[in-house]
């Protein structure tokens, strides 16, 4: 039940009661104070009069029409007066402070499909409506975006990962197939069942070992005691996608870097291989700046507007993707 004492209702209204009195201080009237205020001229009086008989003073004294600080009027006024002024001019202020906030910098871990298919269209955004953030892009993966997060060298990652320490909290934002890719000429780009059996023939290019698309492949075929060889491991999906075009072999991609505009035959793989999500990586319990935050919130506004405790770890409903893009599906 609230508190409804004398002693904490004198301060709740002490801040109006120092008000009045300032007011009534400036202006020499207490019928000029009430109008500043837009308070009825006995409303003020008797804040004043109710402020006396707290600190056992009086406050002003009459001179004809006007009023005049006492001796402690004067002492308390030059207390007082600044105390009010800034309590009233907090808004102001905390506008300005806010403002000076748009000045920071945000520093974000990404791999290269990160920074290349998830993050254009968001930065564009942010950095249109903050032009003034200093924007850096630090190009980590696997366990180097790990150890960035944890070493506060950025403020977020944004990837995608299989397992993390307990210091580090992951929130699945995007969810896309894997896929796989082969030369237009390829036997697999036309045949209609694609088994385990024909992905593990030898052909394979795969990202590298470090990387998360690599685990699940491999996961996949250990799972289901099929062998398999990897013919090449390039650095990326631009580079997968070269080489696949170049008749080098057979690549599994995930649909991120999937545009429609690649010279390539893209085709479903069996329904054992999971999906790959990609979201935010943040160190348990850090702060998130100003900017850190704006930029989460227009990346997904569901899972992190209002958010503010990191500690209490990632909700279950949370785990699973938020946004499911379809045009690369």
Not at 97 to 119: C, F, K, M, N, P
Not at 125 to 140: E, I
Not at 188 to 195: E, Q, V
Request: charged share 25%.
């Amino acid at each position: 039940m609230e508190d409804v004492s004398p002693r904490h209702r004198h301060r709740h209204n002490r801040l109006k009661q120092l008000r009045a009195f300032c007011h009534a201080a400036q202006e020499r009237s207490i019928s000029r104070a009430a109008q500043r205020l837009e308070l009825s001229q006995p409303s003020v009086s008797l804040q004043i009069q109710a402020l006396e008989r707290e600190l056992g003073i009086t406050l002003f004294e009459r001179r004809g029409p006007k009023i005049q600080l006492t001796p402690d009027g004067e002492s308390l006024y030059e207390i007082a007066a600044p105390l009010v002024e800034g309590i009233d001019a907090l808004p102001e202020r905390f506008e300005a402070h806010s403002h000076r906030q748009q000045l920071g910098h945000l520093d974000i871990a990404a791999g290269e499909s990160t920074s290349l298919y998830v993050l254009p269209d968001l930065l564009r955004t942010f950095m249109r409506h903050h032009p003034k953030v200093h924007v850096r892009l630090h190009n980590h993966i696997g366990e180097e975006q790990i150890e960035a997060v944890q070493q506060d060298q950025v403020d977020f990652a944004v990837g995608s990962s299989l397992d993390l320490p307990e210091d580090v909290i992951y929130k699945a934002i995007y969810t896309y197939k894997l896929k796989l890719i082969t030369p237009l000429d390829h036997p697999l780009g036309t045949k209609p069942d694609i088994s385990l059996e024909d992905l593990g023939s030898g052909e394979l290019i795969l990202p590298p070992r470090q990387l998360t698309t690599w685990r699940l492949v491999n996961l996949v075929f250990q799972q289901h005691s099929i062998p398999y060889q990897v013919r090449l491991e390039v650095g990326g999906w631009e580079i997968m996608k070269r080489y696949v075009e170049l008749g080098f072999g057979i690549g599994i991609a995930s649909a991120i870097c999937l545009t429609g505009a690649d010279n390539l035959m893209v085709r479903d793989l069996p329904e054992v291989f999971p999906q790959r999500t990609y979201g935010v990586m943040l160190r348990r319990g850090r702060y998130l700046s100003p900017q850190a935050r704006r930029f989460l919130e227009l990346m997904a506004p569901q899972a992190f507007s209002g958010a503010t405790d990191w500690e209490s770890g990632v909700p279950d409903d949370l785990q699973e993707s938020v946004f499911v893009p379809s045009d690369r599906q």
